[in-house]
């Protein structure tokens, strides 16, 4: 059976018309960039956002027009309220259809405010673990932060929001494809005792991911709120790094707890640190503490300590600015290596001092959560 091509897809996808429009979906404009990987085709439809549960019988007749196609082992189709130039304009409203609804185009509200953001049910608290830019083990830390907490005694689960560059499935030792359930609910994979749920489970490794924005919006809250996650204290969110869509999107839809900023100590990581801190400041999200990723490294042969990229920086920025200082992450190799393994180095050696330093940070991290708990989540506004 030959592999299924994007321009099968708009054609098939050109016999899908809405209820009263003009033209077919394609025609229309209203189709994202299709993306196929494995037999399984991934693609969005923008609709005018006060339509998005009136029309979701368009996209599963989308969704079932291309999983009838010779070839498409799967599709997932999702509805967007963003809208492109020249697209589709907003047709009359029509009664809305009965059944359950899949959109994640955002709800209408008043003039000038944002929707509020809907609590995730049994999941007690949401943690970002976010940085300003690559390369500074933001993910190994989200990890271990997330093992170090279920070592403390915590139900945890652990969402991986980097679209374009997954790692968690490597990270945490896990392979193969999660399980779908009624409702195309999503059964989230577990290791460790942690529930973990990442693009990298559909997709192959080494697929280059061309999405736009609001593919990306629209995943990331598939993977959020159409997982069974059952009840967890806390969710770790692996943030992909930088202040783009993907954080954008968690800061205004999700409530957020709070977020762990990760940098190294060097003077150029710290400023790229200080501008994932102006976002989470900017959007009202809570900044639980900064984390001195490789802050020093000590030679397993002789075990004297070098400072190869500074140190202390990251400290001296968290006093300045006023936010908890969580704690030094050495540079090791076993945190390298365990990392690589899949077998992170709070589960692979919990009596060893990486392991306790990563317990201490999150009993930190904890700490801060729980005091901030009784406040009220405020509403994100933009200026």
Known sequence: MSAVTRDQVLETLRTVRGPDFEGDIIALGMVSDVFISDGKVYFSITVPAERANELEPLRQAAERAVKAMPGVKGALVSLTAERKAGAAPAAKPQPAAHGHSHSHAPAQAPSGQRPAKQNIPGIGAIIAVASGKGGVGKSTTAVNLALAMKANGLKVGILDADVYGPSLPRLMGISGRPQQIENRIIVPMENYGIKVMSMGFLVDEGTAMIWRGPMVQSALMQMLREVAWGDLD???????????????????????????????????????????????????????????????????????????????????????????????????????????????????????????VYREIAEKVWAQVQARSGRAAPSIVFE
């Open 234 to 356: 806390v969710l770790v969110v692996d943030m992909p790094p930088g202040t783009g869509d993907a954080q954008l999107t968690m800061a205004q839809q999700v409530p957020l707890s709070g977020a762990v900023i990760v940098s190294t100590p060097q003077d150029l990581a710290l400023i790229d640190a200080r501008k994932g801190l102006n976002m989470f400041n900017k959007v009202e999200v809570p900044v639980l503490g900064i984390v001195e990723n490789m802050s020093y490294f000590i030679a397993p042969d002789t075990g004297n300590r070098y400072d190869i990229f500074g140190h202390g920086g990251a400290r001296a920025e968290a006093e300045r600015i006023g936010v908890p200082f969580l704690g030094e992450v050495p540079l090791t190799i076993a945190i390298r290596e365990t990392s690589d393994a899949g077998t992170p180095v709070v589960v692979s050696d919990p009596e060893g001092p990486q392991a306790r």
